[in-house]
């Protein structure tokens, strides 16, 4: 192989592995982005939540409970855990499960059947 030092990796085989396209590894002007598996309006929600925890909850012990709560509530989301995603979401704050964004994600889940607001 041939390197003329540009990170050129098309068509370079390793190993019987080919790589074509423009596959990126280091670049000076590469854009990367990661995907979380969830869409924009769950995406929008889960900030929504975020968001009301901010605002409503005053007790720093208390807001970093939850906010770790709704993160275990994404985890489980992307990972297809339903159980899960009923376990921390119940562990929200009531006032956090009942405002809107808290009821608004929850249908969007499909678990605001499973609660007991």
């Known amino acids: 192989m041939f390197n003329d030092n540009s990170r050129n990796m ?5 190993q019987g592995a080919t790589l074509n396209g423009n596959p990126n590894f280091q670049s000076d002007n590469n854009n990367q982005s990661f995907q979380s598996g969830l869409n924009n309006e769950t995406e929008e929600l889960f900030a929504k939540v975020l968001e ?14 939850n906010i770790e709560d709704l993160n275990k ?18 562990r929200l704050g009531k006032g956090i499960q009942i405002s809107s964004a808290g009821v ?13 607001l």
């Open 10 to 14: 098309n068509n370079a085989n390793f």
């Open 52 to 65: 009301e925890i901010k605002r409503t909850i005053q007790n720093p012990d208390e807001q970093q409970d």
């Open 73 to 90: 509530v994404k985890e489980a989301v992307v990972s297809g855990k339903k159980e899960r995603i009923v376990k921390f979401f119940s």
């Open 104 to 116: 608004a994600l929850a249908k969007n889940l499909g678990i605001l059947a499973l609660l007991s």
